[in-house]
């Protein structure tokens, strides 16, 4: 396949470049990453930090950059220092994470104020910085490079984008995974990503080629409902909430904290527009003063572990995620 000068892909082989074929410059829905609880160091493997923010798939063409969540929803109005730092340069689509800091840990607690803003001044006005981490690419100068393995993708990356400001590259470290992992977890982050470096980049797949090595459990938990408030607090007492199987949402325990009063009172706010007569929930739940909502609402949540009975242990809300469908909200498994 014949290629422009200058172009990113002139880092490839000739060997490499037929591994390529023609590659349109729109979304494509990213790979996603198994959790396990096999923690493992290897040669043939790369580990990357597993960052506490919003999945973005980055769209650069003629017609300018755009941002688009993992779900297809534009974020290019939210993020208006992102889309300025990546203008100019080759066609791509790349694949990274939006991710706000608190002190020198990523927070989606902080996030959370730019998330589902579409005005680029309101964004702005928020006064909280935001970064962008570039950890894969998908098509670059009319190509699509999904077929080359990752160590390659991650050279045109390099040669594609021009890192600075906002922009970052992930970095890796290899082979020693359960060393880095123990680094991490005492650094206070949320994990790593375990990625085969000869692996192909599959598309919409939740791959194990791709591992997730966590410190602290979470993931996403569908709201079904509320209680009433106790004591001193106002507005709800605890969140209600659950995840799908087969089709069916089961009821998963209670969030009562991580919680400030304006985040209590912005939630009940929306409670209003989503209330249900009846449970979303299959079979009983054991809690009094119960309200109940359709499930559309999706949080993120952090919690210690998995109880026998299926209910969370010390669960703390972490925030409102809008980039996943509820239906698609299922428990995580350690393979």
Same mark, same amino acid.
């Given at each position: 396949?014949?290629?422009?000068?200058?172009?990113?892909?002139?880092?490839?082989?000739?060997?490499?470049?037929?591994?390529?074929?023609?590659?349109?410059?729109?979304?494509?829905?990213?790979?996603?990453?198994?959790?396990?609880?096999?923690? @493992?160091?290897?040669?043939?493997?790369?580990?990357?930090?597993? !960052?506490?923010?919003?999945?973005?798939?980055?769209?650069?063409?003629?017609?300018?950059? &755009?941002?688009?969540?993992?779900? =297809?929803?534009?974020?290019?109005?939210?993020?208006?220092?992102?889309?300025? $730092?990546?203008?100019?340069?080759?066609? !791509?689509?790349?694949?990274?994470?939006?991710?706000?800091?608190?002190?020198?840990?990523?927070?989606?607690?902080?996030?959370?104020?730019?998330?589902? %803003?579409?005005?680029?001044?309101?964004?702005?006005?928020?006064?909280? +910085?935001?970064?962008?981490? /570039?950890?894969?690419?998908?098509?670059?100068?009319?190509?699509?490079?999904?077929?080359?393995? /990752?160590?390659?993708?991650? +050279?045109?990356?390099?040669? *594609?984008?021009?890192?600075?400001?906002?922009?970052?590259?992930?970095?890796?470290?290899?082979?020693?995974? #359960?060393?880095?992992?123990?680094?991490?977890?005492?650094?206070?982050?949320?994990? %790593?990503?375990?990625?085969?470096?000869?692996?192909?980049?599959?598309?919409?797949?939740?791959?194990?080629?791709?591992?997730?090595?966590?410190?602290?459990?979470?993931?996403?938990?569908?709201?079904?409902?509320?209680?009433?408030?106790?004591?001193?607090?106002?507005?709800?007492?605890? %969140?209600?909430?659950?995840? @799908?199987?087969?089709?069916?949402?089961?009821?998963?325990?209670?969030?009562?904290?991580?919680?400030?009063?304006?985040? !209590?009172?912005? /939630?009940?706010?929306? @409670?209003?527009?989503?209330?249900?007569?009846?449970?979303?929930? +299959?079979?009983?739940?054991?809690?009094?003063? $119960? =309200?109940?909502?359709?499930? #559309?609402?999706? *949080?993120?949540?952090?919690?210690?572990?998995?109880?026998?009975?299926?209910?969370?242990? &010390?669960?703390?809300?972490?925030?409102?995620?809008?980039?996943?469908?509820?239906?698609?909200?299922?428990?995580?498994?350690?393979?």
């Amino acid at each position: 396949m014949a290629q422009m000068s200058g172009s990113p892909l002139d880092v490839l082989t000739s060997a490499e470049r037929e591994l390529l074929r023609p590659g349109e410059t729109g979304f494509v829905a990213p790979m996603l990453a198994t959790l396990t609880a096999d923690h @493992f160091s290897d040669p043939g493997w790369v580990f990357e930090r597993k !960052l506490d923010g919003v999945r973005a798939v980055v769209v650069r063409d003629g017609d300018g950059t &755009h941002l688009f969540s993992r779900n =297809h929803k534009d974020m290019t109005g939210g993020y208006p220092e992102l889309v300025e $730092a990546l203008a100019g340069g080759a066609p !791509l689509v790349a694949d990274g994470e939006i991710v706000a800091f608190d002190g020198a840990q990523t927070s989606f607690s902080r996030l959370q104020g730019r998330l589902g %803003l579409t005005d680029p001044d309101r964004a702005r006005a928020t006064g909280i +910085a935001v970064y962008l981490y /570039l950890f894969d690419v998908v098509v670059v100068d009319g190509c699509d490079v999904t077929g080359l393995p /990752l160590r390659r993708r991650k +050279a045109l990356l390099r040669a *594609a984008v021009d890192a600075g400001g906002p922009i970052r590259l992930s970095q890796h470290r290899n082979t020693d995974g #359960e060393t880095f992992l123990a680094d991490a977890c005492a650094r206070g982050w949320e994990g %790593l990503i375990a990625k085969r470096a000869d692996g192909v980049y599959r598309p919409g797949r939740r791959s194990d080629q791709w591992l997730k090595f966590k410190c602290v459990r979470g993931q996403e938990f569908v709201v079904g409902g509320w209680t009433d408030p106790a004591g001193s607090r106002q507005s709800f007492g605890a %969140l209600l909430v659950g995840v @799908f199987d087969d089709g069916r949402l089961r009821y998963a325990g209670k969030v009562g904290t991580g919680f400030d009063d304006r985040l !209590l009172r912005t /939630l009940r706010a929306r @409670f209003d527009d989503l209330a249900a007569d009846d449970s979303p929930f +299959a079979g009983p739940v054991p809690a009094k003063g $119960a =309200h109940w909502l359709r499930p #559309e609402l999706v *949080a993120q949540v952090g919690f210690t572990e998995w109880t026998r009975d299926g209910r969370l242990r &010390h669960p703390r809300y972490l925030g409102l995620r809008d980039d996943k469908d509820p239906r698609d909200v299922v428990r995580e498994e350690d393979r």
